[in-house]
């Protein structure tokens, strides 16, 4: 069995507890053996167990992503023609790269929020759990369940094809009986949870807040999934919407702009967790204008506005947030998750809480929270050094330089050493 211990280095353990100087973490196999300060802790006996020196590093649990789609990368306006360039396959195939990259920037796990398109995620999902390629340990959603017209459909309706597996994120389905249907339908297709659009968007024409599914609607969906063991996810803006998804039984809420206090008394309340998704509306202040149309950037500028007044109340009422940076969307590219955690602190979370809710809590919202999410003994060893120390620097987290180690269940994927310097 191979062996490894991590020497020296500044201890965040994910779980909330102060850091530990001149740490050790001795993995095993895939497992972390044993965790605690140097001289306190016995170094691996075997032979070839190998030291990795952490001298000036923080060591971390690997990051946790709960909300990306992987079917796009950031583009913004060719994000409104990609069924006119693509299939399914072009878009798992640029997937590949995408899943490597993000897994190289240090997130070890990561949940899609949707990427429909023939559910290329489940394919893409077991290609890693077998080998064939590399990337995060990869949790698929599927098709977004959304009313006909509903946010989430890009296609304008001459060209929508309202069939049950369109070249989309999103299938369209009305009433109980096909929210049932096609909740069902992801399921028998190998999705690890159910995503359901309980609103519209600031991306989508309209109102943002309009509430769209009704209560019976989502219910039917999310019973269908809890029945299975998955868990529901719910695309919500606006306070209706959102007391609908969470009236409801969602587990998570994704994005809950607009969200008011009682919603926010509702969340802590019921222990539904929060996607907050803040990068998106900030890159669509900074680089929208001209670029995207300008109802978009309007609403944007809005919500941001709305985020920098509500967001320390949500840090108040006690709201679980987990990271969920919803990579793919106009200018996130995969792999710059950990950007939304910059955001969480600019909005008034303390750095140790944006790497908790980028660790533990977004295990736990994931359910995962036994196997992964902290560095403790008998946990899967995840683990990534960050050269210096988030707490004073939030941004190492997506500065390609400074994550210096990944490791995925024991294995090292990857090592960055300085690049050699020319005479
Ligand atoms: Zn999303």
Known sequence: M????????VLIDGTGKPPIEKSIVVVEGSKIKSVGKEGEIALPDGQGAKVIHAEGQTVLPGLIDSHVHIYTDGESSEFYSLPVNNNHLTLAMKSIPRLKRTLEMGITTLRDGGSGWNWLEVALRDAINRGDIPGPRYFATGYHLTVTGGHGYFLPPWLANISVHPEQSTIHCDGPNEWRRAARLNIYNGTDNVKVVASRDIISPGLATAP???????????????????????????PEAIMNAIESGADSI???????????????????????TNLYVRMIVDRGAGDLPDWMVQKANECWEDRVRNFKM?????????????AGVPYIRQGDNAREL?????????????????????????????????IEEGKIADIVLIDGCPLENIDLLHDEDKIKMVMKEGKVIITRTPAPESK
């Open 314 to 326: 949500y840090l108040e009422k006690g709201i679980k947030i987990s990271l969920g940076s919803d």
């Open 212 to 238: 769209q599914a009704t209560r019976e609607e989502l219910k039917a969906a999310i019973d269908e999934a809890h029945k299975m063991g998955k868990r529901a996810i719910a695309h919500a803006q606006g």
């Open 342 to 374: 910059s955001m969480f602190v600019q909005l008034g979370m303390t750095p140790m809480d944006a790497i908790i809710a980028a660790t533990r809590t977004a295990a736990e919202a994931i359910g995962i929270a036994h196997k992964v999410g902290t």
């Open 254 to 276: 994704v994005h809950g702009f607009f969200m008011d206090e009682e919603c926010a008394d509702m969340m802590a309340k019921k222990n539904v967790y929060l996607e907050s």
């Open 2 to 9: 191979e062996a490894f211990a991590i020497t020296g280095g």
